[in-house]
């Protein structure tokens, strides 16, 4: 349970929705201390987590074998008031992270998709990066913050107020320029990048959702 | 373009996102007039909608050929503000629809998710009903406003605040009694209807969603 690879602050955590090819999940592993919630075991089956994390009724007896052949620490939470993404979130943030990005955390069940994207407001702390990535897309929430991401030419952007936000772009084809989006009346769809950088400074709170090229 | 079986007030309205089984999709246009979005056209190749609608940049040729062999009316729209979806949606409300069903809106990308979820905030209006299927599950937007629904025993429902509301529940394992929910903070997830009735009370905007069984 400890992190054994001491001063890891780079968690990744492997949620139980749409499942990434087994490519993108090991380049998203590398150099990260690896979370897996119990019933993702059973969609990756080539992933040998650092942690695995949850109330573990979803996990397989197959997959719980290969964890217990592997030797990979098991940390059973069974409070039924958080969700095993809530609670891996909560243990990364007890083990100071910088820096963690969750997988597989949309897709399949709307009530898990909405309720875990609600949650990257609900974990936005100063100093820490959460970020999703679905194989298609990076998702992050944004507070009254700036941010600047390498780009490609073309590549496809969208913010939502989250609930509500006023925001300025650099480097996008349709530029924001103190628009107020608000979830449910305006938000930014079918926007694009430009050049190599896509830049955006939010006040409010929003949510970003990039294309991955 | 038409609505060629006049007086119909209840419409499908199927989307891009994740497609249900075909036999699902059967069921719900039983008595709608379907709209098929022009790149679900490939998605779904048994279907034989009453309308095609959209910018038509995501057809495929084949598709399109099979709907001109069956004589489909198509309304091509190429107002690059709004999305596909809204399009049909105020197609829907020009025609005075009283009950709207939208499949496959969720899924696959998380721009096109979560601009389509915020639809539903959008599109609320007194007397007609809106409501996305997936498959698994139905969501439903509700601003101060009451609603009971069939329910089965173990059906798991879900409520989020949209971005706020106060909820009563009736037939929830966990009752909700002016529970304050706020996007991003607190949500109800993993509920259950006891029942064979699930009733909602919303003084505020909260997103319901249902499993289905």
Redesign the interface.
Known sequence: MAIQRSRIRKFLVVAHG?PLAPRQLRRLARGRYVICLDGAANDNPSLRPDLLLGDMDGISAPALRRMRRWKVPVLALTD?NT?DLEKALLWCAMHKAKDVVVVAA??????????N??????FDRKGAVLEFR?G??R?R?LKNRRLSLAAKRGQ?V?V?G??EATVWSTGAKYPMTGLLLR???L?S??NECTGRRFALRVEGEA?L?M?EK
């Open positions: 749409e039924q969700t949309t897709g399949r069940r709307m009530d898990h998709t909405l309720a994207v609600s949650l990257l407001r609900r679905t298609l897309e998702i929430y496809r969208a939502f989250a609930p979830w449910g009346i938000e769809v079918s949510l959702v294309e």
